[in-house]
């Protein structure tokens, strides 16, 4: 064999040993895979603002309670007694159960018993007292506390929007830690297979370089393409760590201990989900019925028109009426004796009336309340208005993620193209290290840029459900 064809062969044989190094993979591992819905899941079930946020129509409930106290029965007891010089000027001991109802009326059972030298003729007695009150006037339709229990119970429609505003927006700001954190693995993988190819790239250069083969300069041009990728692999695990650490703030335990993200924990391959004007128009019909923002002014308007009712009631004036069914306390007399019975002839009887001049404090509350009205209703219009272009403003983004990543995706495709053919030229002797080295930077690059914006296009899917008031996509 010549030397010339000797030293064919050898270079033959370092160039196969190059690509074989080149195309050769990184090793896998065991690792724990952590999808998006495990994630979301987990974030609905455990995290302390979701928590916080279902307590909302508990403390809606307790309001209605409350509201209700104002209907409970009431028992009061009243004693007076007094004595002066061994003489006992007089006692008192009035004993009432007063039974409030929706309708305004008032029953009363009672039980008086009153002695003593100083008292009037009429006073001193026992008597048993049945009777009612009824508002003629003013609190006939509505009333302080019908207008308190209603407007309490509207109470807990708007705390359930504002829990569901609370965890949606949780899960937005959770999703985004998650895509973020998606991409920041991406990332590395990709910076790691490139760093991988240009450490073996320097390792075969070296060893060409050293049998003369190839110049000692090409190795020094393969260290530094090395050294550039171990710098991009160390800040790219920073990234990660750092986006596991924001991804981790949204991970707790059932018992509210916080969770942290294993570091052998990693991202599935995510899918495309598609979305279309159909869905476009069920997001805007679900954001009119149930965006959190619209339902709150609409309980809001409907607070003010109970309001409204109550505030028209109080112009009347106040006529009440009360009639109460008398009888003998029953000491020592038979109860069948009509004289001492519950009878139309025993009874008590009075009027109530009482009426501003002017009612300028009742005309104000109204006026103000009609004030309140016409703003919360501007206020409306402009939720919804807005909300609408937030929707479309959303969507118009997600479409244009969509058609980036098409277009980022076939060029990498191209890109890939490139550089089979620049090695396929490097093979022959007819292409450069640089070049190759340049190509395959650039098709890291776009790699890198068609996760980033899968990632981005994710996070737009995340804040149209966001905008459409919804904790997900339909």
């Keep these: ?214 110049a000692t300069i090409d190795s020094v041009e393969a260290k530094i393409t090395l050294q550039d990728r171990e710098v991009a692999v160390q800040q790219a695990i920073i990234d990660l760590q750092n986006y596991r650490l924001a991804l981790s703030n949204y991970l707790w335990s059932s018992n509210e201990t916080p969770l942290e993200l294993p570091e052998d924990a990693a991202p599935p391959i995510a899918p495309i989900r598609k979305v279309d004007e159909i869905t476009l128009l069920a997001l805007i019909n679900k954001a009119k019925l149930q965006h959190p923002e619209i339902q709150k002014l609409n309980v809001k308007i409907d607070q003010l028109q109970i309001e409204e009712r109550f505030r028209k009631e109080m112009l009347k004036p106040v006529f009440n009426a009360n009639f109460n069914f008398i009888a003998d306390g029953f000491v020592n007399k038979p109860i069948y004796d009509n004289k001492n019975s519950f009878s139309i002839d025993n009874h008590k009887l009075g009027f109530e009336f009482a009426m501003p001049l002017f009612l300028r404090k009742e005309r104000g509350k109204l006026q103000q309340v009609r004030i309140k009205q016409q703003s919360t209703g501007l206020d409306l219009n402009l939720t919804r208005r807005e909300i609408l272009n937030d929707v479309y403003a959303a969507y118009n983004e997600v479409r244009n993620y969509e058609k980036q990543l098409k277009i980022q995706e076939d060029a990498t495709r191209n890109q890939e193209i490139l550089v089979r053919a620049e090695q396929r030229k490097f093979d022959v002797g007819e292409s450069t290290l640089f070049l190759i080295n340049s190509r395959e930077s650039k098709l890291i690059e776009m790699r890198t840029k068609v996760e980033s914006l899968k990632s981005k296009y994710e996070k737009a899917l995340a804040n149209l459900a966001y905008t459409a008031g919804l904790t997900e996509l339909l």
């Design 1 to 214: 064999m010549s030397r010339l064809t000797k030293k064919y062969t050898i270079k033959k044989l370092s160039v196969k040993l190059l690509f074989l190094l080149i195309i050769s993979t990184i090793p896998t591992f065991a690792q724990t895979t952590f999808g998006y819905e495990d994630f979301k899941n987990l974030v609905l079930k455990n995290h302390p603002t979701v928590k916080q946020a279902n307590l909302f129509p508990r403390d809606a409930e307790a309001e209605i309670m409350q509201a209700k106290g104002a209907f409970d029965p009431k028992l009061t007891s009243y004693f007076d007694r007094k004595a002066f010089k061994d003489i006992d000027y007089y006692n008192r001991w009035d004993n009432v159960l007063k039974i409030p109802t929706w309708s305004g009326v008032d029953f009363k059972v009672g039980y008086e018993r009153n002695s003593g030298k100083y008292l009037l003729e009429e006073e001193s007695s026992q008597l048993l007292v049945a009777g009612l009150s009824v508002p003629i006037g003013q609190g006939l339709i509505i009333d302080a506390r019908r207008n308190t229990l209603k407007q309490a119970q509207l109470g807990k429609n708007y705390a359930e929007a504002e829990r569901q505003k609370l965890i949606n927006s949780t899960v937005f700001y959770a999703a985004k830690s998650y895509w973020d954190w998606w991409f920041s693995y991406q990332q590395l993988q990709l910076i790691r297979e490139g760093y991988d190819l240009a450490n073996k790239r320097f390792i075969a250069t070296r060893e060409r370089a050293r049998v003369g083969e190839q």
